[in-house]
């Protein structure tokens, strides 16, 4: 089975940065797209970026577009998520899924990682 670890959450202040890792174990994640979602305190989980196997491509929320890039390294079976000029909007806990449809949206993971915590104060 697959085993998804994120890393790199905390606490930054207003137009910080934070790098998010994304750690697969298990079986190579080939052919399976790679994403990020948040979830909010009050809130649904929501799409937030995601990458293809094949093409690489990328697809972003409207919401942090031109502040987000997320990455992959498939040697390293390991997924990025580059966040600048962080907002306090931004604070949630950040998941890390994988779908083995390799869509540019993922609508529904079939592996998720535990989360991670990201603070933005003000």
């Known amino acids: 089975q697959v085993q998804l670890v994120e890393s790199g959450g905390g606490l930054v202040q207003a137009g910080g940065s934070l790098r998010l890792s994304c750690a697969a174990s298990?079986?190579?994640?080939?052919?399976?797209?790679m994403g990020w979602f948040r979830q909010a305190p009050g809130k649904e989980r929501e799409f937030v970026a995601s990458i293809t196997w094949r093409d690489r491509s990328t697809t972003y929320a409207d919401s942090v577009k031109g502040r987000f890039t997320v990455s992959r390294d498939n040697a390293k079976n390991t997924m990025y998520l580059q966040m600048n000029s962080l907002k306090p909007e931004d604070t949630a806990v950040y998941y890390c899924?994988?779908?083995?449809?390799?869509?540019?949206?993922?609508?529904?993971?079939?592996?998720w990682g535990q989360g991670t915590q990201v603070t933005v104060s003000s």
């Open positions: 298990g079986p190579p994640l080939s052919n399976y797209a």
């Open positions: 899924t994988a779908d083995p449809r390799d869509l540019p949206v993922i609508t529904t993971g079939a592996f």
